[in-house]
T-cell receptor, first 114, second 114 residues
Framework: DGGITQSPKYLFRKEGQNVTLSCEQNLNHDAMYWYRQDPGQGLRLIYYSQIVNDFQKGDIAEGYSVSREKKESFPLTVTSAQKNPTAFYLC?????????????FGPGTRLTVT | AQSVAQPEDQVNVAEGNPLTVKCTYSVSGNPYLFWYVQYPNRGLQFLLKYITGDNLVKGSYGFEAEFNKSQTSFHLKKPSALVSDSALYFCAVRDGTGANNLFFGTGTRLTVIP
């Protein structure tokens, strides 16, 4: 899983509560990404950031928010507006947000909302 | 728009036999293609990528992939399967925006039978 850490590994929340997932990397990568993984659907991009203090919506950004105040950190907040938040969340980083550099993934956080 | 298809949800192969995990793609412009592997409850690990050059790409753990432009395919192969290769495999293509965002297939679960 390289130099990317995600915490916690498992997270349980009640419906209606916001929750923030942590992602930290020590690879000095410029770009960072958040994906959601559901069974049989592969990975879907939630948000990405090509550089500090900048981020863009991915394919399924509704109900999520992010910040990129530091190069090494890219926290994801799952808000109460996300209709189906239970999923496995994966953070990734790459050297650059351009070109075709491979992405390195963290170990993931499994979020369960009841 | 880009798309990736992994036509087989499940592939079973006997230990020691060659394995193939199939991937076809659709993308405007030059294709940048990737293979990742995921072990249970873990993040994704990069195996290999095709950017340009030789159609046969060699990657980690003895895996290789063959790029076929006429068939728009990028199949993952290994000459001799190990039980430890059992995992979930994802094919991905860089999207057409110029950013380094990846669009993933739905995954193929490989089981190597001892």
């Amino acid at each position: 899983d390289g130099g990317i850490t995600q915490s916690p590994k498992y997270l349980f929340r009640k419906e209606g509560q916001n929750v923030t997932l942590s992602c930290e990397q020590n690879l000095n990568h410029d770009a960072m990404y958040w994906y959601r993984q559901d069974p049989g659907q592969g990975l879907r991009l939630i948000y990405y950031s090509q550089i500090v203090n900048d981020f863009q919506k991915g394919d399924i950004a509704e109900g999520y928010s992010v910040s990129r105040e530091k190069k090494e950190s890219f926290p994801l907040t799952v808000t109460s507006a996300q209709k189906n938040p239970t999923a496995f969340y994966l953070c990734a980083s790459s050297v650059s947000g351009q070109g075709a550099s491979e992405q390195y993934f963290g170990p993931g956080t499994r979020l369960t909302v009841t | 728009a880009q798309s990736v298809a992994q036509p087989e949800d499940q592939v079973n192969v006997a230990e020691g036999n060659p394995l193939t995990v199939k991937c076809t793609y659709s993308v405007s412009g030059n294709p940048y293609l990737f293979w990742y592997v995921q072990y249970p409850n873990r993040g994704l690990q990069f195996l290999l990528k095709y950017i340009t050059g030789d159609n046969l790409v060699k990657g980690s753990y003895g895996f290789e992939a063959e790029f076929n432009k006429s068939q728009t395919s990028f199949h993952l192969k290994k000459p001799s399967a190990l039980v430890s290769d059992s995992a979930l495999y994802f094919c991905a293509v860089r999207d057409g925006t110029g950013a380094n965002n990846l669009f993933f297939g739905t995954g193929t679960r490989l089981t190597v039978i001892p």
